[in-house]
């Protein structure tokens, strides 16, 4: 089964950082890009996240510019998000997926989500 495989969570303080990493599992159709949401206890899954191939294109939430930054590994096939000044409200479950269209903040245009990543941070 094709997927995504996400790493690098954990329990960091306030202003803290963090690395996560997207990786795939098995062959994907082709794909727009890649993008990273993030879903916290009785919320919905929410856009963290987007890089496009087509020009590497990064696409960000508001809550989270000047803080991540997505990047492409093309030697290693990943998609990393660097996590700096990492607040509470940044706790959540962080998922990865592939972009399928062009709504990249639009959680159905996706595919093949990984189990996600948790990653925490204590105040």
């Known amino acids: 089964q094709v997927q995504m495989v996400e790493s690098g969570g954990g329990l960091v303080q306030a202003g803290g950082s963090l690395r996560l990493s997207c990786a795939v599992s098995?062959?994907?159709?082709?794909?727009?890009?890649r993008g990273w949401f993030s879903q916290a206890p009785g919320k919905e899954r929410e856009f963290v996240a987007a890089?496009?191939?087509?020009?590497?294109?990064?696409y960000y939430a508001d809550s989270v510019k000047g803080r991540f930054t997505i990047t492409r590994d093309n030697a290693k096939d990943t998609v990393d998000l660097q996590m700096n000044s990492l607040k509470p409200e940044d706790t959540a479950v962080y998922y990865c997926?592939?972009?399928?269209?062009?709504?990249?903040?639009?959680?159905?245009?996706?595919?093949?989500w990984g189990q996600g990543t948790q990653v925490t941070v204590s105040s």
């Open positions: 098995g062959r994907t159709e082709s794909s727009y890009g």
């Open positions: 997926a592939a972009l399928r269209g062009l709504k990249y903040r639009d959680p159905k245009m996706y595919a093949y």
């Open positions: 890089i496009v191939w087509s020009g590497s294109s990064t």
